[in-house]
């Protein structure tokens, strides 16, 4: 183990809460506000001993709203930012998660999840929020959510959120699980020079000329600095391009257009995924999270036993691979869907496959992960039939 300026390397034995930290560390974090809740609390507390050895600053917030505004002050004062929250906090976050997408404001959103609704499991898994990761904030948007399935993966999928949320210029979620993040395995962090970083596009015209909000050729406008000498506004309301309120429909629709297709023209560079035995398989097990490590136990206990089972997982939660799911439906007989909830994941993957392929769920709702038996079952019972539309699509296992 080493340091580069601050950031350590080489190889640890920690939980996926610690390696988000230092994630976010070695990404150029060095803003974070939040408040303590279980079970992400474990981030906040290694941000405050960490963020000041590097330069940084961490402050407890009196809520997770506050903790949200605070964040998108910083990132428009220059620096890298980040909160994590769980799913009450991750709910108190939401009305400001909708002004970082519409003041196009990088920052970077850990929700850790566990059993809901309202104070829930505290201390127990859940993936319940993932359809609030999509629609929790008002109005049209679209977003960008990785899921994390190991401690190595809560490292490299928090510098990934931060790369996105800069090139992209938008918070951006790391939806993580209670499992996950108390899980303890190996964390290699490579060195600062083997990490790719990107870092926000700084305005390339003069000062007089720099409008905060003219898209360039991407989409993506070019972001200054608060401070630097540039004018900006900035406001939740319906902006033109220097950032004044224009309250009408075509502003609106010229405005909220670009924020949707910065995202979906791009999906093909944004969206991860991990595939195994795709090509031969009668039915693919779509999962992610700590929920996509058993399914992948189940898979290998299919395929021992000579069954044609694929297996698909979600490293980027959204944009969801939409085109993806569409030409496997084309080939398989079935998607099985394990998930920690009532098969909110389950609903894309069956709108997707757009009845060329059933959608079956395996769905319970949280404190404990799957069994690979029970998966296993499931993936039994779905071969048997055979054919297609034989199981009524959504029916909870």
Known sequence: ?????????????????????????????????????????????????????????????EDEIASMSAILGGSWGGVKSMTS?????????????????????????????????????????????????????????????????????????TIEAFNLSETFRMPVLVMSDEVVGHMTEKVTIPRLADIRLVERRKPTVPK??????????????????????????VTGLTHNEKGYPVITAEAQEKLVRRLVDKVRVNVDRIIKL??????????????????????????????AKGLRVGFLRLITAWPFPEKQILELAHRVEAFVVPEINFGQMAREVERCAAGHALTVPVTHAGGDIHHPEKVLSVIESTLKLRVKRQVPALSAQ
Not at 95 to 120: A, D, K
Not at 122 to 140: E, I, Y
Not at 217 to 231: I, K, Q, S
Request: glycine share 12%.
């Open 1 to 61: 183990m080493s340091k580069e300026r601050g950031v350590l390397t080489g190889e640890h034995f920690v939980n996926g809460d610690w390696a988000c930290a230092e994630g976010a560390l070695a990404a150029g974090c060095r803003f974070f506000a939040g408040y303590p809740i279980t079970p992400a609390t474990e981030i906040a507390e290694r941000m405050s001993k960490r963020l000041p050895e590097v330069g940084g600053v961490f402050i407890q917030m």
């Open 85 to 157: 929250t769980s799913g009450p906090g991750f709910s108190l976050m939401m009305e400001n998660f909708g002004l970082g997408l519409m003041t196009e404001t990088p920052c970077v959103v850990v929700n850790v999840q566990r059993g809901g609704p309202s104070t829930g499991l505290p201390t127990l898994v859940g993936q319940a929020d993932m359809m609030q990761a999509r629609w929790g904030s008002h109005g049209d948007y679209e977003v960008i959510a990785l899921a994390p399935q190991s401690p190595q993966e809560c490292f490299d999928l």
């Open 208 to 233: 007089e000329s720099y409008k905060p909000f003219q898209p360039t050729e991407d989409l993506v406008p070019e972001m200054c600095n608060a401070g630097e000498g540039y004018f900006i506004h």
């Open 274 to 303: 991990e595939e195994r035995f795709v090509d031969d398989a009668d039915v693919i097990v779509v999962s992610y999270g700590i929920s996509a490590r058993t399914a992948k136990s189940a898979v290998a206990m299919a395929r």
